[in-house]
């Protein structure tokens, strides 16, 4: 299989992702601006959300463009990242139609951990497949974020028993983390072209 089919694929299902988390707002009943009020949780995660989906989706797009191979491992490793993705929608609404308590905002940080230990299977993967000179693993290096990231999110789901607010605090930081895409594939890739 080519990687423009895998690349495809995933853009199809993180797409179908949006646009279910985005169905889950529900209209609500009256046509005054205080009828809002029970969904801003709801919609501040929605866009919680829509950021990370969007992150997992921007830095897939570089790593796919810094590979040349794909591999059965890479095939499985691409659909067990985005099973995690495809529950999003659902901690997603349970988590605001909850008003971030406990265990909904321990789920949605469970749903994240699992995304981005998928997605460093994925790179994982990817790398192998290239092998060990590939412009992946060059690129990738430390990844200090990709380290950090799950630490945050482990302390994040053990927040959410004593200070909920924390845990919000710290899924916001680290989509704020990767907010900006990976510029080192990029860097790597022109290295590698030059």
Known sequence: MGKGRLEAFSDGVIA????????????????????LAPLVPVFLCYVLSFVYVGIYWNNH??????????????????LHLLFWLSLLPFATGWMGENHFAAVPSALYGGVLLMAAIAYWVLQQALIAAEGPGSVLGAAVGGDWKGRLSPVLYLVAIASTLWAGWL????????????????????????????
């Open 61 to 78: 797009h570089h790593m796919l463009h810094a590979s040349t191979r794909i591999s059965g491992a890479v095939l499985w490793a691409n």
């Open 16 to 35: 179908i992702i949006i646009t279910i988390m985005v169905l889950e707002m529900k209209v609500p009943h009256g046509d005054a601006l205080e009828s």
């Open 167 to 194: 845990a919000q605090a710290l899924y916001v930081l680290v989509a704020l983390l990767w907010l900006v895409p990976d510029r080192r594939i990029e860097q790597a890739l022109q290295r590698h072209r030059g």
